[in-house]
């Protein structure tokens, strides 16, 4: 009994002793504060400089050159800094293409676009829905990552980003393990501030995960399908959340690629952003759809999105979703993301101040809303090589002329001349397609009209230089006509595939119904302005339909409510009954239940083919030889109902453009008013004509 005493209390003197003398001089004080910046960068699409590759020409209004100088300036502010990206890097201009599709990079080269990021010392990344486009095998080899799914082939030290890229919410289908690291914890060394005001160097470890929405299984499907599969962003986070904190994360950013919709939750929804912010997280940066969040705070910025001011549970001037500090930093480098925060030591543990927390979605002209920053002299070098090679991928003949000007400046007015030689190829494909098809199903389609829709995808989605104009051969550079970049000009999206549906005459109403939707309600007895379309942020949405001849007609009554607008639908001079049978020409994304159509979800595709729409455009340009105004873009299948109004309704678009209106006989458009914050023109629209 005394030998057990005796220990004890050499015990509790040794204990003693080690509590003098092993007293860490570098623990964490209470109360001792820490002030950390998270950078954000989104939807870059390989907009690297500030150049135009379908135009040819420089651009200011974008690129990473400029949002380098963003970042340098925003590290100066706040040493205490974390960079990251949300996605949609690869993909989205032709030095995208031609890295991926003309000339594809090597194992042992680095996308341009990631060797500008290794240079600007990112941290970490998360996965867009278009890093998806170009399939597996190249996502696999650029990111040096083994997705572990059975027929993917991983490149051997590949070129790659020199920072995590992060992907919580996509599994292979065999494996049910995520392709990428599902999340990825960031040790950073900081300074803080002791309570008695000293400094002194802390360690904080920033947790980052990944999430795309569930739609890329339809918008890639060829690429993906039976491969891989999609979680819901709520379930994957609240799967993650616990692990990232049981392994250390003092802090936890989600990177979604995905907007904000305040509907109730789905694993399915493409905008499930608004929700994560209840799963555990500390920060939220946003993506994908290209807006600005939260309100622009330089002198005359642009508005908020309506959509985005309107939901509940957001505070749009603060930046702040479900309470969680959020940014969306537009795209293609337009903005930078800002949240800082500032975090206190308290019970041996890191704690948000949100009182104390500052978001910004800050642009090119913050610093006093005219002057656009420089671009950072040091990037431009990093890809003179590639840069180059585009501008020659870009300029090549394609052995085609035109007699007229094809752009998207009025195509929410009633302008086809970018659209009808679009909706042309696509007809002339699938009535090839069907002709030649020796499956009988395809052959008895025959007889059943074929038609077509796409949608003016570049007309200032992303700001008044974002509008596809392709000039008449007479004042092109060249005098050999169109060149490899006109077709993605007029068709954006060189990773959709043509696809074909068939619908009754009920659905082509319903499709009808929602591409109008893009168009405010306009009451024809306000005396006060109003906008035609609110906002383009999903202006890829708005499809025009044709057939050829112009057989197909409608008009569109934007004094009504969305989903009762279309009106004197016909084809070939009858109006369409509710059973006709109709074969719409469009793509994989529309196809496969992209943009919501009611009914098109997939089940009634008939024709999946295995070339890109671009690729289809292209191919019938070289074949015309010409191509005409009067035979390739001057049918316009649709008008508005005429309505007279007591106030002003006016459309953005880019400014200067008022000559070419009046030249297309555009009696709609009358004056070209002043200029909007984002550097819109604002056109007087006379709905009476």
Same mark, same amino acid.
């Given at each position: 009994?005394?030998?057990? !005493?005796?220990?004890?209390?050499?015990? !509790?003197?040794?204990?003693?002793?080690?509590?003098?003398?092993?007293?860490?001089?570098?623990?964490?004080? /209470?109360?001792?504060?820490?002030?950390? @910046?998270?950078?954000?960068?989104?939807?870059?699409?390989?907009?690297?400089?500030?150049? +135009?590759?379908?135009?040819?020409?420089?651009?200011?209004?974008?690129?990473?050159?400029?949002?380098?100088?963003? !970042?340098?300036? @925003?590290?100066?502010?706040?040493?205490?800094?974390? %960079?990251?990206?949300?996605?949609?890097?690869?993909?989205?201009?032709?030095?995208?293409?031609?890295?991926?599709?003309?000339?594809?990079?090597? #194992?042992?080269?680095?996308?341009?676009?990631?060797?500008?990021?290794?240079?600007?010392?990112?941290?970490?990344?998360?996965?867009?829905?278009?890093?998806?486009?170009?399939?597996?095998?190249?996502?696999?080899?650029?990111?040096?990552?083994? $997705?572990?799914?059975?027929?993917?082939?991983?490149?051997?030290? #590949?070129?790659?980003?020199?920072?995590?890229?992060?992907?919580?919410?996509?599994?292979?289908?065999?494996?049910?393990?995520?392709?990428?690291?599902?999340?990825?914890?960031?040790?950073?060394?900081?300074?803080?501030?002791?309570?008695?005001?000293?400094?002194?160097?802390?360690?904080?470890?920033?947790?980052?995960?990944?999430?795309?929405?569930?739609?890329?299984?339809?918008?890639?499907?060829?690429?993906?399908?039976?491969?891989?599969?999609?979680?819901?962003?709520? /379930?994957?986070?609240?799967?993650?959340?616990?692990?990232?904190?049981?392994?250390?994360?003092?802090?936890?950013?989600?990177?979604?690629?995905?907007? %904000?919709?305040?509907?109730?939750?789905?694993?399915?929804?493409?905008?499930?952003?608004?929700?994560?912010?209840?799963?555990?997280?500390?920060?939220?940066?946003?993506?994908?759809?290209?807006?600005?969040?939260?309100?622009?705070?330089?002198?005359?910025?642009?508005?908020?999105?309506?959509?985005?001011?309107?939901?509940?549970?957001?505070?749009?001037?603060?930046?702040?979703?479900?309470?969680?500090?959020?940014?969306?930093?537009?795209?293609?480098?337009?903005?930078?993301?800002?949240?800082?925060?500032?975090?206190?030591?308290?019970?041996?543990?890191?704690?948000?101040?949100?009182?104390?927390?500052?978001?910004?979605?800050?642009?090119?002209?913050?610093?006093?809303?005219?002057?656009?920053?420089?671009?950072?002299?040091?990037?431009?070098?990093?890809? *003179?090589?590639?840069?180059?090679?585009?501008? @020659?991928?870009?300029?090549?003949?394609?052995?085609?002329?035109?007699?007229?000007?094809?752009?998207?400046?009025?195509?929410?007015?009633?302008?086809?001349?970018?659209?009808?030689?679009?909706?042309?190829?696509?007809?002339?494909?699938?009535?090839? $397609?069907?002709?030649?098809?020796?499956?009988?199903?395809?052959?008895?389609?025959?007889?059943?009209?074929?038609?077509?829709?796409?949608?003016?995808?570049?007309?200032?989605?992303?700001?008044?230089?974002?509008?596809?104009?392709?000039?008449?051969?007479?004042? %092109?550079?060249?005098?050999?006509?169109?060149?490899?970049?006109?077709?993605?000009?007029?068709?954006?999206?060189?990773?959709?595939?043509?696809?074909?549906?068939?619908?009754?005459?009920? *659905?082509?109403?319903?499709?009808? /119904?929602?591409?109008?939707?893009?168009?405010?309600?306009? +009451?024809?007895?306000?005396?006060?302005?109003?906008? %035609?379309?609110?906002?383009?942020?999903?202006?890829?949405?708005?499809?025009?339909?044709? @057939? /050829?001849?112009?057989?197909?007609?409608?008009?569109?009554?934007?004094?009504?409510?969305?989903?009762?607008?279309?009106?004197?639908?016909?084809?070939?001079?009858?109006?369409?009954?509710?059973?006709?049978?109709?074969?719409?020409?469009?793509? +994989?994304?529309?196809?496969?239940?992209?943009?919501?159509?009611?009914? !098109?979800?997939?089940?009634?595709?008939?024709?999946?083919?295995?070339?890109?729409?671009?690729?289809?455009?292209?191919?019938?340009?070289?074949?015309?030889?010409?191509?005409?105004?009067?035979?390739?873009?001057?049918?316009?299948?649709?008008?508005?109902?005429?309505?007279?109004?007591?106030?002003?309704?006016?459309?953005?678009?880019?400014?200067?453009?008022?000559?070419?209106?009046?030249?297309?006989?555009?009696?709609?458009?009358?004056?070209?008013?002043?200029?909007?914050?984002?550097?819109?023109?604002?056109?007087?629209?006379?709905?009476?004509?």
């Amino acid at each position: 009994m005394k030998q057990k !005493i005796y220990l004890s209390a050499l015990a !509790i003197i040794s204990l003693a002793g080690c509590g003098k003398t092993s007293e860490d001089p570098n623990a964490v004080p /209470e109360g001792t504060t820490l002030k950390v @910046a998270l950078l954000e960068t989104t939807d870059i699409h390989q907009n690297i400089l500030s150049y +135009d590759y379908y135009g040819l020409k420089a651009d200011t209004s974008l690129g990473l050159e400029r949002t380098a100088t963003l !970042i340098s300036a @925003a590290r100066a502010e706040n040493p205490n800094n974390v %960079l990251l990206d949300d996605g949609d890097v690869i993909q989205g201009t032709l030095l995208g293409d031609y890295q991926a599709v003309a000339a594809p990079v090597t #194992c042992s080269g680095t996308l341009a676009v990631h060797k500008v990021m290794n240079a600007l010392k990112y941290d970490g990344a998360g996965v867009g829905n278009h890093e998806f486009n170009y399939g597996l095998n190249f996502l696999s080899q650029i990111t040096n990552t083994d $997705f572990g799914v059975e027929g993917v082939q991983k490149g051997a030290n #590949c070129g790659a980003p020199n920072f995590p890229v992060v992907l919580s919410n996509v599994v292979g289908v065999t494996s049910q393990k995520p392709i990428f690291n599902p999340y990825s914890i960031l040790p950073k060394q900081f300074t803080a501030t002791k309570p008695d005001g000293t400094s002194m160097s802390v360690k904080l470890n920033v947790g980052i995960m990944g999430f795309v929405p569930p739609q890329v299984m339809d918008w890639d499907q060829k690429h993906l399908a039976g491969k891989v599969m999609v979680n819901g962003v709520q /379930e994957s986070s609240l799967k993650y959340v616990p692990e990232l904190r049981s392994k250390g994360a003092d802090l936890i950013v989600a990177l979604s690629h995905g907007g %904000l919709d305040a509907s109730p939750y789905s694993p399915k929804m493409e905008n499930g952003s608004l929700h994560l912010a209840s799963t555990g997280i500390d920060a939220l940066m946003l993506g994908h759809a290209h807006l600005i969040f939260p309100k622009a705070k330089e002198t005359g910025g642009p508005a908020l999105d309506a959509a985005l001011d309107k939901l509940p549970q957001v505070d749009s001037i603060n930046g702040f979703v479900n309470g969680v500090p959020a940014v969306m930093a537009q795209s293609w480098g337009r903005r930078l993301g800002i949240i800082q925060m500032t975090l206190i030591y308290q019970s041996g543990k890191w704690v948000v101040q949100k009182d104390k927390t500052k978001v910004e979605a800050r642009g090119f002209k913050y610093t006093d809303g005219t002057a656009i920053v420089a671009a950072d002299p040091s990037i431009a070098p990093l890809v *003179d090589a590639e840069h180059k090679a585009t501008l @020659a991928y870009a300029t090549q003949a394609l052995g085609t002329t035109t007699d007229f000007e094809m752009s998207a400046f009025f195509a929410l007015v009633g302008d086809v001349s970018a659209i009808q030689i679009v909706n042309q190829a696509q007809i002339a494909y699938v009535k090839s $397609f069907i002709a030649t098809s020796t499956d009988p199903t395809i052959a008895s389609y025959k007889a059943i009209p074929v038609i077509s829709c796409s949608a003016p995808f570049k007309a200032g989605r992303n700001g008044p230089t974002d509008f596809t104009d392709v000039a008449p051969t007479a004042t %092109l550079a060249t005098p050999f006509g169109l060149q490899v970049r006109h077709p993605g000009d007029l068709y954006l999206y060189g990773n959709n595939n043509l696809q074909a549906v068939k619908i009754k005459g009920s *659905d082509l109403k319903n499709w009808l /119904e929602a591409a109008a939707g893009q168009f405010g309600k306009i +009451d024809p007895a306000l005396t006060s302005e109003q906008d %035609l379309v609110p906002s383009y942020s999903t202006i890829y949405n708005y499809d025009v339909f044709y @057939a /050829e001849n112009n057989a197909l007609k409608y008009q569109i009554d934007v004094t009504k409510a969305a989903g009762s607008r279309i009106v004197n639908l016909s084809y070939m001079d009858k109006a369409i009954a509710d059973g006709d049978d109709f074969i719409v020409a469009t793509n +994989d994304y529309r196809a496969g239940g992209g943009g919501k159509v009611p009914g !098109i979800d997939g089940s009634k595709t008939i024709i999946k083919s295995p070339d890109a729409n671009q690729a289809v455009v292209s191919d019938f340009l070289k074949k015309q030889g010409k191509v005409t105004a009067a035979a390739n873009g001057a049918a316009r299948s649709w008008s508005f109902v005429k309505v007279a109004t007591q106030g002003p309704v006016i459309l953005r678009s880019a400014p200067g453009k008022l000559s070419l209106a009046q030249s297309m006989g555009l009696t709609t458009v009358k004056a070209e008013g002043g200029l909007d914050a984002s550097g819109f023109a604002k056109y007087a629209i006379d709905l009476n004509k």
